[in-house]
């Protein structure tokens, strides 16, 4: 990774946690309760950039334009909410489940030979 994208991205970064600070309370503690989850569980793209961080906070921002609740716009249960948005995404826990697969597939192989 080239020191320009790095810059860039800190840039991008920095722009977006201001957007965050620019919210009503209620959504800041929302979002960043979901922006924890997402970077525990996953999705893997996650770590290509701000992508799905950058859809939330717009949602956020309409549903506090429009004076919504955080609540009436994800629902009472927020890692449902999250849980729906990285659905058919990839994520760490795959990856996870993936490799004790492979590595209990070749033990028993190997026990086998």
Request: charged share 30%; aromatic share 8%; net charge negative.
């Amino acid at each position: 990774m080239s020191i320009k994208k790095i810059i860039e991205g800190k840039r991008e970064w920095r722009a977006h946690v201001s957007r965050v600070e620019k919210l009503p309370k209620d959504y800041q503690i929302v979002y960043k309760e979901i922006q924890k989850y997402l970077f525990k569980v996953g999705p893997v793209e996650l770590n290509e950039g701000i992508g799905l961080l950058s859809e939330i906070l717009g949602f956020f921002e309409e549903g506090a334009a429009a004076g919504k609740g955080v609540l009436d716009v994800t629902g009472t249960d927020v890692a449902a909410f999250c849980d729906a948005l990285i659905g058919d995404s990839k994520t760490y826990a795959d990856l996870y489940q993936e490799s004790i697969q492979q590595h209990v597939d070749k033990a028993m192989k190997n026990m086998k030979d």
